[in-house]
């Protein structure tokens, strides 16, 4: 057929520049970009996200999340419950870090308590608690991932070992996944007796089921062909996104909140060099890319059982609560205090007129932030990609909408 | 061997005179299709069950433990059951013809495949000569009821998981073809009864696995390559359900999607018996030998014997594709399709030349 330019075009206009650099002449055939609509009921979307997607073929061209379909208007519920009232709904932000949750919020109200002091045994049961919760929100973001790549198998053996981190907490504060255990002034209540010795077993069992997960998932060729070079962010845009946890270290930016800006006993951790902050370094593709994200998130865990270890070893015999008024009224004031969460900085800005109630409480939720770069990250990739960057991204729909 | 079936010799042994010849071929048909469809199902039926005590037990869990009550032995009737009293629907906007047409296709096609496959030396629905073609040819065709299904699920998830099947499909075709040219180099016949009686040497032990260096690694690419025309894992990219839902069957529920299931899990076991045959002796094992010996090749015990040997290796292979799903992530489509073009087809080409020549230099080693 003749090669006919279509309307005014010429024949150099119609050619389309592919990301490879070809370009490519449609002579007699019209094609549109398809328009996908990934999700909100998508297996890959990790709750209720929805992206809308238009992909020529296999290859996405534009991207464009929508988020708020988990939207529970967390931050106004702030402002209209008791301050201990509202520890319950930190829980369900992030839900699959809930101890992490309670522990930014209840050092924000605590920043505005000068007068307050906590008992040692309380942080380092808050730092313990915090940790277990990291290393079981890693083991979701590493099995749902394998999940996403097409692997079944090692998001079982991840569930295997926070069943076990799940009826710790379970021991500890009667609940599994919603704990409202760290609060304001310490944590609710003391361990029952032959719980620190179940955490300590815990921590050698899951080191040496740590080392399946690398063999089984990480280091796995497909898995590496899959995530290697895929969703590559650099340095410098991984800063202008304002990225933070494992997305922003596995750029190779060496920001770590617990090292940079120490909080509860993290200060104490680092004159002991107790634990090691995780940085991508591009080893198996291009630095930034999801394989780094992943080799961060495993790597993690095991720096926080080594922080598990440490407040196991120099843990002592004491009160857990501080003094805490029975009816809270905080003093007017300010504050704002961000914690490293499992997926970055979990920031609470809270603000007090000397009520009973916050006059406003403000979140910054990583996941929020991390799901931003989709936008520009998702153009030019496969559609298969796009799920790999996706779950490399560790979204959790709760914080991004709250 | 003649081109009869084995049911009509024996209507034919047992029906009384003066019926007309076409009662005795219809009839002979019919008991052939109920046979081989009630076969097919529990033999899918059991597979399933499998898969998911496989799975189960991969996966640290149990899998299925209480319907039936011994491990959960009655799970896939059950889940057959409910799946026949579910609601038929049919997607609005989509193409009801096409729709309703695309799962029996592939059944039709996964069927007629079956029908060339023996189950015991005398016993077999359809004695082909080209045996193996047909089988080929037949699997083939079930990439035609997936586009059908993709295409007329309206869809978008269900157009991606047709387009990439038909790329994988075409893609794959060819090494899984040229693989099985090694070893019917070494055997010479494609007729599957034929090619395992000529495996029958050596203790029954003859198997062309052993007779030439190059029908090892045409084995692995064989078995590759069929994990592909399969669409099993990690080349599941037809249904891979967390990028497109589950592709080409997204839109279908109830009997209609258990037939797409059926039909995998026949696709499996055939591709298995394919490989049994062809590489790992078919009916052929030290067993059969003795049954062959002891009964004679006309006794019941021997076709037991043999069959038995047959599904054995055959469930083996199936049980290798559950291993390697359970275990393996899931390559991209342009990996696949790299790996199909780029690796497969020239590997099998090097092991066809590397056979023949190797025929040629010690031609004697064939019966």
Sequence with gaps: ?402 | MDGGNIFLTLLQKIAPAGVPSWVLVLSACLVGIGILVGLVSVLVMFAVWLERKVSGHIQCRFGPMYAGGWHGWAQSLADGIKLLAKEDLIPLGADAALFVLAPAIMLAAIFGAMAAMPLAPSVYFANLNLGLFAILAMSSMTTIGVVMAGWASNSKWALYGAMREAAQVVAYEIPLGISLLVPLMVIGTLNLGEASARQAGWFGMHWVLFQNPFVLPASILFFTASLAETKRAPFDLPESESELVAGFMTEYSGIRWSFFFLEEYAAMFLMSVVGAVFFLGGFESPFTHIARESFGSDSVAYQVVAGGTLMTKAMFGVFLMMWIRWTLPRVRIDQVMSMGYKYLTPLALLCVLGAGIWEAIFPGATP
């Design chain 1, 1 to 402: 057929m003749a090669a006919e330019p279509q309307g005014s075009m010429t024949l150099e206009e119609q050619a389309r520049v592919l990301p490879s650099g070809e370009r490519e002449f449609f002579l007699d055939v019209h094609t549109t970009d398809l328009e996908v609509n990934f999700g909100p009921q998508h297996p890959a979307t990790h709750g209720v996200m929805r992206i809308l997607m238009r992909a020529d073929g296999e290859v996405i061209t534009g991207a464009q999340p929508h988020l708020g379909y988990l939207h529970r208007c967390a931050e106004k519920i702030g402002e209209n419950v008791e301050w201990l009232q509202y520890l319950p709904y930190t829980d369900r932000y992030d839900y699959l870090a809930a101890m992490n949750n309670n522990l930014g919020y209840s050092m924000a109200v605590e920043a505005l308590m000068p007068g307050l002091e906590l008992p040692r045994r309380a942080h380092m049961i808050r730092t313990i608690c915090a940790e277990l919760n990291r290393i079981g929100s890693h083991l979701i973001a590493f099995g749902t991932y394998g999940l996403d790549i097409g692997a079944f198998t090692p998001f079982f053996y991840a569930f295997r070992e926070r069943e076990w981190m799940m009826a710790l907490f379970e021991k500890i504060c009667g609940a599994r996944l919603t704990y409202s255990y760290i609060r304001i002034g310490g944590v609710f209540n003391d361990a029952p007796p032959g719980w620190l010795e179940e955490v300590g077993r815990f921590c050698d069992v899951f080191e040496e089921k740590w080392k399946e997960y690398v063999d089984l998932l990480v280091m796995n060729q497909i898995f590496v062909k899959r995530t290697a070079d895929v969703g590559v962010i650099p340095k410098e845009m991984a800063l202008d996104f304002g990225l933070t946890g494992p997305m922003l270290r596995g750029s190779g930016v060496d920001f770590d909140l617990r090292r940079d800006m120490p909080y509860s006993l993290y200060g104490e951790m680092l004159k002991d060099n107790a634990f090691d902050v995780i940085v991508g370094k591009g080893e198996k593709g291009t630095l930034g890319d999801c394989w780094d994200r992943t080799y961060c998130r495993v790597y993690e865990m095991m720096e926080s059982i080594k922080i598990v270890r440490w407040c196991l070893e120099r843990i002592e015999p004491g009160p857990v609560l501080g003094d805490i008024p029975k009816v809270l009224r905080i003093p007017p004031g300010e504050a704002y205090v961000g914690i490293e969460n499992p997926r970055g900085e979990l920031g609470h800005y809270v603000a007090s007129d000397g009520g009973k109630v916050a006059t406003r409480v403000r979140v910054r939720g990583p996941s929020f932030t991390n799901v931003s770069v989709l936008e520009d990250l998702l153009p030019g990739a496969l559609i298969a990609d796009a799920i790999a960057i996706i779950g490399s991204t560790d979204v959790v729909i709760g914080e991004t909408d709250r």
